[in-house]
């Protein structure tokens, strides 16, 4: 933790030097001491503390200075550190002013100058006010702060992506929080710019991009070699499984993540049927245990990157990032998992992180501390997020377009939100129109089964349906199916025949596609059963072809 400040402000150098000197000596090894020769130069250097999040514990002031006294300084110095403790130094024909001070400016006491000794004249004096303010200290949050706009949806991209990558941060509402308010002033920053990001080192980005970002808190975004002897693109359970087995059984392994390691399932607030942890793990903490798993094996993570294409060179395999450059290997596993299907509704796509998300339950969930949250969807996901709501919202409204979820759910997360009070389950419901200009502010609700239409009041709406992959970009170089899962093993053979331009003498393995040596893992997989351990059980088989197709090629 930074050490808390005690700063000294005197107009006389000699002074200033003996103050500091002096400070310094009892108290700098629990203290940081700053000192400047005026007010105004104290003002500024008090903002740069405050943009680092830092404490103030004692201003020591000189009461006699020409532009600006000791009293109207920390008048204004109490508007940033309300509750600091002040001092000030004042020669013996400033008492009255000193003693007016006490009732205007609510200093806890006045030091007559010369303080020497400082044993006996300073330090038991400073003591007693440091031991006080200590008593009430609330050590401030350490770490990243985001300041934005709680309806903006470039705050929410922000926030959603340190969350996922495991990165703590204080979020700052403009809105509301007169801190944010200070903090934007003394950066200097439009509202209309925001989200502004501040640093532990008092540095900061405004409006930044992920990759940005990124860089700024030590994630790696390129790759340390040019050849590996296994790339894996994707960071859900299958790819961070497959980066496990492949460097604990020696590959020189490198995993690319577009957003974040844990991929979707990452995202879910409480995951409680996998095998191994009776009480549950949330998606982030799986994630971090197999993060951490992996880069001990010695696995280079890159994230965020983005591969934009594949090409083949025998035996290598080359991928393309968008800045134009290439990673080579022997083999490549695409665990490229799925996204959110969008759905398609008036007013959605406009509203889009800034009332209507897709997942995010963690992101936003304090955000909606006492309001109403309405949830799209009937699967585990939905399921997950209406309980992690519940903890926060006044009611969970889960909207379902069959007759009820047993169909799509787990039957433990039906029983548990059988027995929530705050949450309710509307059938037969589908949202049909998405209002609001700037953000969300209602939703309109049809029953398929009497044909009504209601309007409510909503400002918040999570949905969480359907599974779509990304795979265009691998268009006319790997086989899909018509939904655009890439196929692998039999699912690859018309009949009798093998792929077309397939070159080898065998059939393609369990997990491997249409090109000799590129093998596809969980979600993404044509027919693969969506669940968190299936990924994981394919992401380790697949090390086992790997090797197999490893030890024909080198």
Request: overall charge negative; proline content about 5%; charged content about 20%.
């Amino acid at each position: 933790m930074a050490k808390p400040v005690i700063m000294t402000v005197d107009d006389d150098p000699e002074v200033l030097r003996a103050i500091s000197r002096d400070l310094q000596k009892e108290y700098g090894d629990k203290f940081r001491v700053l000192r400047a020769d005026s007010g105004e130069v104290a003002l500024e250097a008090l903002q740069q503390v405050k943009l680092r999040n830092q404490t103030v514990a004692l201003f020591l002031v000189d009461q006699r200075m020409p532009q600006m006294s000791g009293v109207e300084f920390l008048e204004q110095a109490l508007e940033l550190y309300p509750n600091t403790k002040r001092a000030l130094l004042t020669a013996y024909a400033d008492t009255d002013a000193a003693i007016r001070a006490i009732n205007s400016t609510q200093i806890d006491y006045y030091l007559m100058k010369p303080w020497d000794p400082p044993e006996e004249k300073l330090f038991p004096v400073l003591n007693d006010l440091l031991d006080d303010w200590l008593a009430n200290f609330h050590p401030p949050f350490e770490g990243i702060r985001v300041i934005g706009n709680r309806w903006s949806p470039r705050s929410h991209e922000v926030k959603d992506f340190l969350a996922r990558n495991q990165v703590p941060y204080q979020w700052l509402d403009i809105e509301s929080s007169e801190e944010a308010q200070q903090l934007v002033a003394f950066a200097a920053c439009d509202r209309l710019q925001l989200p502004l990001v501040l640093f532990t080192d008092g540095s900061s980005l405004l409006q930044p991009t992920n990759i940005q970002v990124a860089e700024k808190i030590g994630l790696q975004t390129q790759a340390g070699s040019p050849f590996y002897d296994l790339i894996i693109v994707g960071g859900g359970p299958a790819g961070l499984a497959a980066a496990v087995y492949g460097a604990s059984e020696g590959l020189d392994t490198v995993m690319i993540e577009r957003e974040a390691p844990g991929g979707q399932a990452g995202t879910s607030s409480r995951i409680e049927n996998y095998l191994g942890f009776p009480v549950g793990l949330s998606g982030a903490d799986l994630a971090r245990r197999a993060v951490t798993q992996a880069r001990r094996f010695g696995v280079e993570i890159l994230t965020p990157q983005e591969v934009t294409g594949i090409r083949v060179e025998d035996p290598y395999r080359f991928v393309q990032l968008p800045d134009g450059s290439e990673i080579s290997c022997h083999s490549l596993i695409l665990a490229l998992g799925v996204s959110w299907k969008r759905l398609d509704v008036p007013g959605l796509e406009k509203l889009t992180g800034a009332g209507v998300y897709y997942g995010a339950a963690q992101t936003e969930a304090m955000s909606c501390q006492g309001e109403e949250v309405y949830i799209i969807g009937g699967a585990n996901s939905a399921g997950q997020a209406a309980m992690y709501f519940s903890k926060y919202a006044s009611q969970v409204t889960i909207l379902v377009r069959g007759e009820s979820l047993t169909k799509s759910m787990s039957q433990y997360l039906i029983d548990q939100i059988n027995e929530t009070p705050n949450i309710k389950v509307m059938v037969h419901s589908s949202v049909v129109e998405a209002k609001g200009e700037t953000s969300l502010e209602a939703i309109s609700i049809a029953n398929s089964q009497t044909g009504e239409t209601k309007t409510v009041s909503a400002t918040s709406l999570f949905i969480f349906i359907g599974a779509v992959p990304r795979t265009d970009w691998l268009d006319g170089v790997i086989e899909r199916d018509s939904r655009g899962f890439i196929l692998t093993g039999q699912d690859l053979k018309h009949g009798d025949r093998r792929p077309k331009g397939w070159t080898l003498e065998r059939d393609p393995f369990l997990l491997e596609t249409n090109i000799p040596g590129v093998f596809a893992v969980g979600d993404v997989r044509h027919n693969s059963i969506k669940r968190v351990a299936s990924g994981v059980g394919e992401g380790s088989i697949c090390v086992q072809f790997v090797h197999q197709y490893l030890s024909k090629v080198l």
